[in-house]
């Protein structure tokens, strides 16, 4: 072949440089190759078709012509090379088709700005129509909303609270400036400037509602009045875009004095106060126009919540009048100099008020009058623990609420106490003994735990506002025992066969000073190495005493070394099992514990014992059985389910030792109700309290006694009280559980008990070794063993120097009597109750000397200690503080009920 026609060859590095020359060929024609003269005809041929043309020449070349003419599609051109048609433009180029790999995915700042801008065109479009779409409130509404009703268990009207009653709109010409002043230093101190809305606060609380956090509320001014006329409080992100929208509204269109003004007349305040003109009244006995400026920052700081800000107190354990006081005076402290820092109020004037303002008596901002203000503030917190509702959510009204209270019986137990009081009690005569005395009381249905009537005090029109049947911190002595006595039967002894409960019949050492020893046989040693020996009201010498006697006399030191051969978490595992909270138990682990140092409220021990009555199947309290709210029934208010939680024979056998307790023992003033009853007897060290809980097959009531300072809030003793040197369980209350019980149960059939199977094993001599009547002089230290509780107030009994054992754990207890030497403790602790009962003696004690008192002038003080409704909620109930300081007895305690 001549040389002219040869193929010029292919460079052995070509294959990059043929994919560039094909790209670069008109498509569907194959490029000419490129003659060289300087080749030879085999190197032509070898470079272009030959064997050794360079790896992927070709491949190489197509597909850099469809990279061509794809590029040429994207870039709008003709396609190029062997590419198909021209390939559809897409609007939104993501994934990205001109990038590789992960860069594909990588948006492109057009996608980013043109994402944002239409974001922003659809929130604008989206609030444009909902401030066409949404109304602005009208500041009238929550005038009108209705007040709650309650309702006795025949559905007659108990009481009305709440809602309409207590409001009276005021324009802001006649709100006085100070109290402007202050709640914008003190709220929202941009109000005049800003449009209404705090972006991070709403953004705060959204995210928090989305994410199941914490609600929120609004954080300016705007948006408090918005929320104040929203009938619907629920929190959902729904109604906080409306509340957004509609505060954006107010904000931007309505004159801010008008919106100030909406929302000082809308704000509730504590004391079933709503409004700047109640508050006014309810607190200072002033129009708001008259308001100084001392008096408007104490109602600008109750805004940030009534329950926590009003000194009353509120509803919680950390709602206390002394913690809310507190905290009141911080904040109103706060917000007169906030005026200052924000320009308006001078130093000067700040400087002028440096006394917390005093307040009016707070039992004249309701009506509520003798026990309703007990059962409707029983009736709320049962409310709102079932329902999740706030203190405000009841405050505005609209509620329903059937009860399970008996309006006969409640009379009748009122009646009760008060016949008592004015045959027993004399202050003319006895000014200092017959003082500062209060009663509790509580009756529980024994088949439903429905709770059908309760004694709280005088009534919250005689500034008494704690609750007394729904109150801890008044220790229930020898009413205890009989937990003690159905652990022994549920789980037996160290003594007893594996598996065996302990027979009623077993015999205890009932001595006076009797050794306390361990589950190992070795006495219990007091602080100074001394063996730890128990003490009861008398010296008497009973010897070896069935568990059935013990009882029926209440002798302290059968029960005493029963509860540590027992264990003394089984004893805590049985009166939970009956209803007894944890939180109300003492939580040391002495000897003390098994003779009544926890403080259960009235409420709580009434339902205890009506497990015992119930042969064993325990119902949880309940004071609700409906509520309605809009025609509307709101869940969670089913009656209580029973629990079978003791066995038939353990519970049917403490019904026939506290059956003897009534016929034979201390509580025999009892059987002048002239039917089947079983009870115990309570009395706690220096007659600092006295109780007595019976029941029928029908009907578990409580009683207690008791007197508290109301300057110290510390238990005072009884002695001498009503000219009687000692009160005990069998006495006075005993006397008020029978006459409520005789009245209570006149129109039900007379029952028998269910007949007690025997039980348990039977131990001749069981626990400490033969008794030793009187002590050997090489045992006797030269002191008793304290049995008094501490004097400072405490939520939990804290015994000083009594034993102190766990099983087999070292007694705290230091001191013990001379074996001659009775009144080595001068007598204090000389209690017990008819016919030789033990009930106060030895280390019977109530944990704590804890009283307490209301504030605002209560003449007869309170408990320490008190109501327990188990659910943290801001404001107040009816502004009827005097919830007590402690909540570890009552009738929901913590987080049950």
Not at 201 to 211: C, L, S
Not at 577 to 596: E, K, Q, V, Y
Request: charged share 25%; hydrophobic share 30%.
């Amino acid at each position: 072949m001549s040389e002219h026609r040869r193929k010029p060859s292919q460079p052995q590095d070509g294959g990059r440089a043929a994919a560039r020359r094909a790209a670069q060929q008109p498509s569907g024609r194959r490029a000419a190759p490129v003659r060289d003269t300087h080749t030879s005809t085999t190197e032509s041929y070898s470079g272009s078709y030959g064997d050794e043309r360079p790896p992927g020449g070709r491949a190489e070349a197509r597909r850099a012509a469809q990279r061509g003419a794809a590029g040429g599609a994207r870039r709008g051109g003709p396609a190029r090379g062997r590419g198909g048609p021209p390939a559809k433009k897409r609007f939104i180029d993501y994934p990205r088709s001109d990038k590789y790999g992960w860069r594909r995915f990588v948006p492109s700042w057009k996608l980013i700005g043109g994402t944002c801008l239409g974001f922003f065109a659809l929130l604008v479009v989206g609030t444009g129509a909902a401030f066409a779409w949404v109304d602005t409130p009208d500041a009238q509404k929550m005038a009108q909303a209705q007040s709650n009703v309650f309702y006795w268990d025949n559905k007659t009207q108990l009481a009305t609270t709440d809602g309409e009653r207590n409001r009276q709109n005021v324009p802001l010409e006649k709100i006085s400036k100070s109290m402007q002043d202050a709640v914008i230093a003190a709220e929202n101190a941009s109000f005049y400037d800003d449009w209404g809305v705090d972006p991070k606060g709403i953004g705060r609380a959204v995210f928090n509602m989305a994410t199941g956090g914490e609600t929120q509320g609004g954080s300016t001014i705007t948006q408090q009045y918005v929320k104040n006329n929203y009938l619907d409080q629920e929190q959902t992100l729904k109604r906080k875009f409306t509340e957004l929208i509609i505060s954006l509204k107010v904000g931007t269109q309505e004159d801010k004095r008008e919106t100030l003004a909406g929302y000082l007349n809308t704000a509730y305040y504590g004391r079933s106060a709503y409004g700047i003109q109640a508050a006014s009244q309810a607190y200072f006995g002033t129009d708001s126009k008259d308001l100084k400026p001392e008096q408007s920052a104490f109602l600008a700081q109750v805004l940030k919540g009534p329950n926590l800000y009003n000194p009353d107190g509120g509803i919680g354990t950390n709602a206390t009048p002394e913690a809310n006081t507190e905290r009141a005076k911080e904040r109103w402290a706060w917000i007169l100099d906030r005026q200052v820092e924000v320009g308006l109020m001078e130093k000067e004037e700040r400087a002028k008020y440096t006394t917390f303002p005093e307040l009016k008596d707070s039992e004249e901002a309701t009506g509520l009058t003798g026990q309703k203000g007990y059962l409707v503030e029983t009736a709320k917190k049962y409310v709102m623990k079932q329902a999740g509702l706030t203190v405000e959510d009841l405050a505005r009204g609209g509620y329903r609420i059937y009860t399970t209270f008996n309006k006969e019986k409640v009379e009748a137990m009122e009646e009760a106490v008060n016949k008592t009081r004015k045959d027993f009690l004399d202050l003319k005569k006895r000014p200092e003994k017959d003082r500062f005395v209060q009663f509790g009381s509580a009756s529980v249905d024994v088949k439903t735990g429905a709770i059908v009537a309760l004694y709280g005090g005088e009534g919250w029109d005689k500034k008494h506002f704690t609750n007394n049947a729904d109150t801890s911190g008044v220790p229930v002595g020898s009413t205890w025992k009989p937990y003690v006595l159905a652990a022994a039967m549920q789980y037996g002894t160290q003594n007893t066969a594996e598996g065996q409960g302990l027979s009623p019949d077993s015999k205890y050492n009932g001595n006076d000073l009797t050794v306390i020893r361990n589950r190992d046989g070795d006495p219990l040693m007091n602080n100074k190495g001394k063996p730890f020996r128990q003490k009861n009201e008398s010296p008497t010498p009973y010897g070896y005493v069935t568990l059935t006697e013990a009882m029926e006399k209440s002798i302290n030191t059968p029960f005493a070394q029963l509860g540590i051969d027992v264990g003394l978490n089984n004893v805590r595992q049985v009166a939970e099992d009956t209803g007894i909270l944890r939180d109300s138990m003492d939580p040391n682990n002495n000897a003390s514990f098994s003779l009544g140092t926890s403080t259960p409220s009235a409420i709580r021990m009434a339902d205890s014992y009506a497990t015992f009555a119930a042969s064993g199947k325990h119902h949880e309290p309940y004071s609700v059985v409906e509520v309605v709210r809009d025609g509307r029934k709101l869940p969670g208010f089913v009656a209580p389910k029973g629990k079978q939680n003791l066995t038939n024979d353990v519970a049917d056998n403490v019904t026939k030792v506290l059956e003897n307790v009534v016929e034979n023992g201390t509580g025999t003033k009892a059987k002048k109700l002239g039917r089947p009853a079983a009870g115990k007897t309570g009395t706690t060290d220096k007659n600092k309290s006295a109780w007595f809980v019976g029941y029928t097959p029908q009907l578990s009531t409580s009683v207690t006694m008791f007197r508290t300072d109301p300057e110290s809030r510390e238990l005072l003793s009884m002695n001498d009280t009503g000219g009687v040197s000692s009160i005990h369980g069998g006495d006075i209350p005993a006397e008020v559980w029978t006459d409520y019980m005789k009245e209570a149960l006149k129109n039900d059939p007379v029952k028998d008990f269910p007949e007690a199977n025997p039980i348990g094993e039977k131990a001749d001599s069981v626990g400490a070794p033969s008794p030793t009547p009187t002590p050997t002089p090489s045992e006797t230290p030269s002191e008793t063993p304290s049995e008094t509780p501490s004097a400072t107030p405490s939520p939990t009994p804290s015994e000083t120097e009594t034993a102190k054992p766990s099983e087999s754990a070292t007694p705290s207890s230091d001191e013990t009597c001379s074996p001659l030497d009775w009144a080595c403790d001068d007598g204090d602790n000389k209690g017990g109750d008819n016919n030789g009962g033990t009930d106060a003696g030895g280390t019977d004690t109530g944990g704590t000397d804890a009283g307490g008192t209301d504030t605002g002038g209560a003449a007869d003080g309170g408990t320490e200690g008190g109501t327990t409704d188990g659910a943290t909620t801001d404001g107040g109930t009816d502004g009827k503080p005097g919830n007590g300081n402690s909540s570890n007895g009552g009738l929901f305690g913590g987080g049950d009920g």
